[in-house]
C-alpha cells in the first residue's frame, strides 16, 4: 500500500472509530439517563429502602435473597454507585447528599412501597443461606460429617479420612463414612484440610445473612444497629404505659367509655371496703363480712390455743399413727356445755 493511499485507508479507519466511539458513548449515556429514570421514578413511589453490602457476598447468595424479597413485594436492584448518587440528586431526596457519603462499596437496594423502614429491615434480618466454610475461619457450631456413601473414590483420600478421625470404609468403589462424626467444636479454627473436605463433601455450615449499610426513611438515616429491634420488650414497655395511663384516667375519671368502666368497678370495691370497715351490712357486703370474720375467728382461735395448728402437730403424735400394736381403749374426755360456752365467750366476747 502507498503512502497516499496507505494515509487515507488509516484516516478513513479513525473516523469510523471515532463514530462507533460516540454511537457507543451515546448508547451509554442513554442508558444510564433511563437507569437514572427508573430510579427517580422508583424513589417517588418507595415509602422506605434498604441499601445492601454485596462486596463479600456471593452471586448465588444474593440470587436467593433477591428471590425470598421479591416474594413479598419488595423491589431489589443491584445499582452502581454513581448512577444511585444522580438519581438521588435528580429526585431531590431530603438527606440524600447525606446518604450518598455510605455508598464506598457495590450495593443492591431493597425499595418498600407501602412497608416502614423497620418491617423493611426485620424481612432482611430474617434472611440466611449455607456456604462453604474458608481456613482459618471459626466454626459456627458443632460441624458434622454424616455416616453414608460419598462421591470420592477409595485412594489417597482414606489417609485424609483417617487424619481427620473420621471412620470410613471403601464400598462399591466409593468410600462409605461408617457412622457421624463431629470434625469441628463450635468456636475451633478450621484447617486447610478440612476446609477442603467439607468442600468436596458438599457441607457448608458457614451462615450467612445479609449485612445492611443504611436504611432511609423520610429523610431520617438509619444504621444496622437502629433497625434491631426487640419486639417483646417494646411490648411490654407498651403494655406498661397502657395500664399506667389507664390507672391514671380512672383516678381523675376522664369520661371515656374503657376508663368509665374501670373507674366505677375501683369506686364500688371501695365502697365496700370503706361500709365493712364501718360496720355496715348489706346485701353487697355480708358475704365479705363473713368471711373476714371467719377469718379472723380462726387466727385468734389459734392464738389463745383452742385451735391446734398443723405445724403445732407433735412428733409424739406422728409416731403412735406408726406405731402397728394395737390401740388400747381409752376413756373418751367429754366436753362439758360450761367450757364450750367459755370458748365462744373467749372468741366473740
Not at 458438599?202 to 438515616?221: A, F, N
Amino acid at each position: 500500500m502507498k503512502g497516499r493511499t496507505r494515509k487515507l485507508y488509516l484516516k478513513t479507519l479513525r473516523e469510523i472509530e471515532k463514530r462507533s466511539f460516540e454511537k457507543k458513548t451515546k448508547q451509554s449515556l442513554l442508558e444510564k439517563q433511563k437507569k437514572i429514570s427508573e430510579l427517580v421514578d422508583l424513589l417517588s413511589k418507595s415509602r422506605a429502602f434498604i441499601v445492601l453490602d454485596l462486596e463479600s457476598l456471593e452471586t448465588r447468595i444474593y440470587k436467593e435473597f433477591k428471590r425470598e424479597l421479591e416474594e413479598s413485594k419488595y423491589v431489589v436492584k443491584a445499582i452502581k454507585n454513581k448512577i444511585f448518587i444522580k438519581a438521588l440528586e435528580k429526585a431531590g431526596l431530603r438527606g440524600g447528599e447525606e446518604l450518598g457519603k455510605y455508598l464506598t462499596k457495590p450495593v443492591a437496594v431493597v425499595f418498600s412501597g407501602s412497608d416502614n423502614v423497620f418491617v423493611l429491615a426485620d424481612k432482611i434480618f430474617s434472611l440466611y443461606a449455607y456456604t462453604k466454610i474458608k481456613p482459618g475461619e471459626k466454626a459456627p457450631y458443632d460441624i458434622v460429617v454424616p455416616a453414608g456413601p460419598t462421591d470420592i473414590p477409595p485412594g489417597p483420600m482414606m489417609s485424609v479420612f483417617g487424619r481427620l478421625k473420621i471412620p470410613v470404609q471403601p464400598r462399591e468403589g466409593k468410600i462409605h463414612v461408617i457412622r457421624d462424626t463431629v470434625v469441628a467444636k463450635e468456636g475451633q479454627e478450621i484447617s486447610v484440610e478440612l476446609a477442603s473436605l467439607l468442600a468436596k463433601l458438599d457441607i457448608l455450615p458457614k451462615i450467612v445473612k445479609p449485612r445492611i449499610i443504611i436504611g432511609y426513611e423520610g429523610g431520617i438515616l438509619f444504621s444496622e444497629e437502629s433497625l434491631k429491634l426487640d419486639l417483646s420488650k417494646y411490648r411490654a414497655s407498651f403494655e406498661e404505659a397502657m395500664r399506667n395511663a389507664l390507672n391514671l384516667a380512672s383516678e381523675v375519671v376522664i369520661p371515656d367509655v374503657n376508663v368509665l368502666r374501670v373507674a366505677l368497678m375501683r369506686a364500688y370495691n371501695r365502697a365496700i371496703n370503706l361500709a365493712s370497715e364501718i360496720g355496715v351490712i348489706s346485701g353487697e357486703n355480708i358475704t365479705y363480712l363473713l368471711l373476714k370474720a371467719l377469718s379472723r375467728a380462726s387466727a385468734l382461735a389459734q392464738r389463745i390455743g383452742i385451735i391446734k395448728p398443723i405445724e403445732q402437730v407433735s412428733q409424739q403424735e406422728v409416731k403412735k399413727e406408726e406405731v402397728k400394736e394395737e390401740p388400747k381403749e381409752e376413756k373418751k374426755e367429754e366436753i362439758s356445755e360450761e367450757t364450750i360456752a367459755e370458748g365462744l365467750s373467749a372468741l366473740f366476747g
